[in-house]
């Protein structure tokens, strides 16, 4: 691997995987532990913010409720195109309201009205008695809302401070892998070589 900065060199394969139209190009897999130590991966939308990376969650879900409990977590990211994973060690951190603002209103209206929805007695993840109550609700606060809402409270955009990363990159046939580690220091990341 040629780039030693883990983030930039990140950054480039996220641009790579968009050429190639790849799937995976803007996801990433967050993991967090719950209260019962339980470890909780999910897939959501890893955003170019700032400079750095974020995620945009809500308070309500249990995400939101285990990175404001412990703000560490890992973040997957794997592209089929190129082959390539890299996991990230962070902590993360509230970003200011005007960002999640700005990122916000370019969401689809109906993820708009859905971050409402969640704090309007539907906690993202809490059962349903049926799908029909949600898009009641859905409905009734997108007819209300008027046409540029403002994000809720419990909206949040959670920049990502890496505290070391990890790239692993598979070859196929009988080359073997390359898998390396990057850990920050005074004058930058350093970079170890890993069995893969």
């Not at 969401?107 to 309007?120: F, G």
Request: glycine share 4%; net charge neutral.
């Amino acid at each position: 691997m040629a780039i030693a900065d883990p983030m930039l060199a990140l950054s480039a394969d996220r641009s790579l995987a968009r050429q190639h139209e790849d799937s995976n190009a803007e996801l990433c897999w967050l993991a967090t532990v719950d209260s019962d130590g339980w470890p909780r991966v999910r897939a959501l939308v890893l955003r170019d913010v700032a400079g750095g990376l974020a995620l945009f969650i809500n308070a309500t879900s249990a995400k939101g409720r285990q990175l404001t409990r412990d703000p560490r977590c890992q973040i997957a990211c794997w592209y089929p195109s190129l082959q390539r994973q890299w996991r990230l060690q962070a902590r993360v951190v509230t970003l200011d309201r005007a960002v999640l603002a700005e990122h916000w209103r370019r969401r689809p209206r109906t993820s708009q009205v859905l971050d409402h929805v969640y704090v309007q007695g539907f906690p993202q993840s809490s059962p349903l008695a049926g799908p029909e109550a949600l898009r009641e609700a859905h409905d009734r606060l997108d007819a209300s809302l008027g046409n540029h809402p403002e994000p809720p409270y419990e909206a949040l955009a959670l920049s990502l401070e890496v505290t070391s990363a990890e790239c692993l990159q598979i070859h196929p046939g009988t080359r073997l892998h390359d898998r390396w580690q990057f850990t920050p220091s005074s004058s930058g990341w350093q970079r170890q070589a890993l069995v893969p």
